[in-house]
């Protein structure tokens, strides 16, 4: 438990963040009248996990002490990064000091799909890829529902992960997911000064002396049998304490395309999560057929595949935004569905976030498209549109995190 001398300090840091948060803060209460302020707050039904939670983010805010791992899984709406990297600037300026690695990510842009703005990649080489959304894919997937490929040993992959918005991403630590065999070359990133293969796990550990900003992957052979490599990701790890916030996000998921993916778990537990958020469903319910039996299912195999990777871990579920099939037709089933993931957090003792509500429940979309916030094919959002919507996450963040400071800390 925090010690109750830290509460002047949690005091003057909660004024300072207000501020900071302010700052960012482009939106008043008046500005939509179709936003929904009495319904933005998480719905916890296991307020132990949070309790958790909340006293790891303070003993990090408040003395540097601790690492907090979170992890967003989601489709298109968090493959782009706007809402979920908004979110992740807010929660990192609000916990002074907490801005540690950037976490892990993909390079979208060697698989031939759009890279977070971010952190950028180039490639050299004959690269392949492979995505969790396709119908008769054939290769395995980890976490982060795709997979670049090649059999070419020259083919590199460079990341910058330097973000010209916030500084601080600095790495000297790095986890390259990549499948293992007798027939796969070994990941390489000069000057390293240890390299340590996880197998179980699905990475290599790579660890240097001097901090970095950008990484260079060649491929090496160790082996005559190697003729491929397969790559799932990187994170983007330091010796520093803090927040680290990860996003895996690929447009056009399903619940049931992260199923797919055999080293979901490993990997998933490689990170260690405190929390996961999980922004599933739209296209779940994007269609004509929408089967509820079968997404229930679905969305039953992924808690538990969460909780197999990390049994303490809280899990938060955003719904489903409001929106209109083909630009112009209601979609009926949004209640519906929203209606399941609520009860699945009841059931596993876990959180929601009513996205759907918020953004004002039906056709509200129409109103936040004429309001520039929404995109033209009445589903995705502007950048304008993620920010707000990151803005009203972490006012609903701030909320539950005020009530635990109130009740598990001031009051005691």
Request: a negative charge.
């Amino acid at each position: 438990m925090i010690n109750k001398t830290y509460i002047i300090a949690l005091f003057f840091l909660c004024l300072f963040s207000d501020n900071t948060f302010s700052q960012h803060n482009l939106f008043n209460d008046s500005d939509y009248f179709f936003i929904n302020k009495s319904d933005n707050y998480f719905v916890c039904n296991n307020i132990t996990l949070y309790d958790s939670l909340f006293e790891l983010l303070t003993s990090i805010g408040l003395r540097g002490e601790g690492r907090a791992s979170i992890v967003h899984i989601g489709d298109s709406h968090i493959q782009a990064d706007y809402f979920s990297g908004n979110f992740r600037k807010y929660l990192q300026t609000f916990f002074l000091g907490s801005q540690s690695g950037r976490g892990f990510v993909f390079p979208y842009k060697v698989a031939k799909t759009n890279n977070p703005l971010s952190y950028s990649v180039t490639s050299k080489g004959i690269w392949e890829h492979c995505k969790n959304i396709e119908h008769n894919f054939k290769c395995e997937l980890g976490l982060a529902g795709m997979a670049v490929i090649t059999k070419d040993q020259n083919a590199e992959i460079s990341v910058n992960i330097e973000d010209k918005t916030m500084k601080g991403y600095d790495f000297n630590r790095l986890m390259v997911f990549h499948k293992f065999g007798n027939k796969e070359y070994a990941p390489y990133v000069s000057g390293a000064d240890s390299i340590i293969a996880f197998p179980q796990q699905g990475y290599t550990l790579f660890k240097f002396n001097e901090n970095r900003k950008r990484l260079t992957l060649q491929l090496k052979q160790t082996d005559t049998l190697q003729n491929n490599f397969s790559l799932y990701g990187f994170n983007f790890d330091s010796d520093d304490n803090g927040i680290f916030y990860h996003t895996v996000g690929v447009n056009g998921a399903r619940v049931d395309s992260y199923l797919k993916c055999k080293y979901f778990v490993p990997h998933l537990s490689s990170l260690q999560p405190d929390w996961v958020i999980v922004s599933l469903g739209t296209n779940d319910v994007y269609t004509n057929n929408f089967n509820a039996t079968r997404f229930e299912e679905n969305l039953n195999k992924l808690i538990i595949n969460i909780q197999l990777a990390s049994p303490t871990a809280a899990i938060l579920f955003t719904t489903p935004g409001d929106h209109l099939m083909k630009r112009k037709y209601r979609n009926d089933a949004l209640p519906e569905i929203n209606e399941i993931i609520k009860q699945k957090a009841m059931e596993y003792g876990q959180s929601y976030w009513d996205l759907y509500s918020v953004m004002g429940g039906d056709s509200s979309t129409v109103a936040w498209y004429k309001e520039g916030l929404g995109h033209t094919d009445y589903l995705h959002f502007t950048e304008k549109g993620y920010l707000l919507q990151a803005q009203l996450f972490f006012e609903a963040f701030l909320h539950s995190y005020d009530t635990f400071l109130e009740e598990k800390i001031l009051n005691k």
